[in-house]
Nanobody
Framework: QVQLVESGGGLAQAGGSLKLSCAAS????????KAWFRQAPGLEREFVAA????????YYADSVKGRFTISRDNAKNTVYLRMNSLKPEDTAVYYC???????????????WGQGTQVTVSS
């Protein structure tokens, strides 16, 4: 199994930036596809971005395309989400997730982190 721990959340101003990290506690976790989801109060959890196990393939939700960048450093068992040009509507709890395949991680992740709060003020 893969255990995931998010960090880097906090408060940012509109137009600002934050960088989230997702550390895997198991070395073999670096071989899984990874993704970021987010959930705002009263809303369903939504997909944000995904990256293949080797970092070659990425996919983004239309709402964050061009602003957010997902990347990974398998040597450190860590996945990142660089969030630029933040908007108030980006406010949510952000969750790291993992699955066996790139396809599955976008829609049906098996493993989830506990989440980290991101708040963007205007």
């Amino acid at each position: 199994q893969v255990q995931l721990v998010e960090s880097g959340g906090g408060l940012a101003q509109a137009g600002g930036s934050l960088k989230l990290s997702c550390a895997a506690s198991v070395r073999t976790g670096s071989m899984y596809a990874k993704a970021w989801f987010r959930q705002a109060p009263g809303l369903e959890r939504e997909f944000v971005a995904a990256v293949s196990w080797d970092g070659v393939t990425t996919y983004y939700a239309d709402s964050v395309k061009g602003r957010f960048t997902i990347s990974r450093d398998n040597a450190k068992n860590t996945v990142y989400l660089r969030m630029n040009s933040l908007k108030p509507e980006d406010t949510a709890v952000y969750y790291c997730a993992a699955a066996l395949t790139f396809h599955a991680v976008k829609s049906g992740p098996v493993w989830w982190g506990q989440g980290t709060q991101v708040t963007v003020s205007s």
